[in-house]
């Protein structure tokens, strides 16, 4: 039988040009595809450094670009730096550091106050006074600095309690669900809490409201105890959900 | 007028907490509140007492009519303990627990204090009474 020769040539030698001809055709489709790549990579980043000043000072911008980033699937905080290419290409890397250390500052610095969980404006205020008057500070910086902070491995988490308060934990203990209930509920009266309130507006239990609050109170350090109110007898006060002047 | 800080608006300020590390914190801050108190109304002396009777030189701390609260003599007897024990007061007299001399100046402090006025009004190497060195 001979070799390479009569139909069935034919039919393998248009097999691979075909082959040939299709790989040909992804090359060009992935050279173009890649030339634009790099394109679009270079037109951000030139925007991005042409308005660095702009992201780093104007807190609107700033969220602005932010959105746009996302918005075409880019994501500021990746890359294998710290801080990802945005603090690379901005020299942001910096700002962002100084941030993450000023909100472990605060955190640090009221945890024996408040047992290690913040509310986001008391956090974003106090950070804010630590910078100076026209700091523009805004509540999504402090969010994606904590996000920078998570390989620290000390808990630093943003909590929803609902309500449209957020809290900022900075222990590694977690909260769990039914202290966050608890939270939630003495943001709504400006910081205290009874078993009362658990029981008539969350339908709890009495010993499941008093075994919550005492926990909150002797074991986790999350509340304050006031015994001498004419009412109530003992209420439970939650500083991270007391508003602070200083 | 005294500025007031906000801690003292707190309803749970005025009572001795459970938890060791929350009463830590807030023994600082009644220390603190007490010490800063006696420098600017120069109170020298706090009694168990100032917590049991109202009236006297202490009011304005250890009282907040607005929130009806006030601290009970149990936790002053406490604070003051604390203080003694951080070396910010001594029981005077000696051997009892119920009045307190507070250090918002320390001795040597005061001795500083003395020998500048001492020093100021040329009356160093001379011998006063005590009474020509108190404010008439």
Redesign the interface.
Known sequence: MHRGVGLAAFDRQVSQRFAELSSEVSKTQVDHLQSQLTQFQTALFHFATTHRDSIRSDPAFRHAFQKMCLSIGVDPLAGPRKGGWLAEMLGMGDWQYELGVQIVDVCVSTR??N?GVIEMGELVRMVSNLRGVKSGITEEDVIRSIKTLQPLGAGYEVLDVGGGKKMVRSVVKELDADQAVVLAEAQVEGG?IVEAILENRRGWTRDRARAALENM??RD?LC???????RYGK?Y?VPSA?R??? | GFLL??IHS??????E???P??Q???TEQWIRLILTYARHKRLFVLRVEDAEVPGGDWDEILRNERI???ILPSYLSSLMADMVAKNLTVYEPPKQTRAVILYWRLPEEWADVLHSWATATGQLNTILTFYEISPS
Do not use: I
Request: glycine fraction near 6%.
């Open positions: 024996e106050r047992g205290w109170l002797l350090g304050w105890l006031d015994s001498q109110d004419e209420v006060w007391m602070w002047d200083e | 800080p906000s707190a309803p749970p300020f005025f009572t907490q459970p938890n590390s929350t830590a914190h807030l009806n609260r006030r």
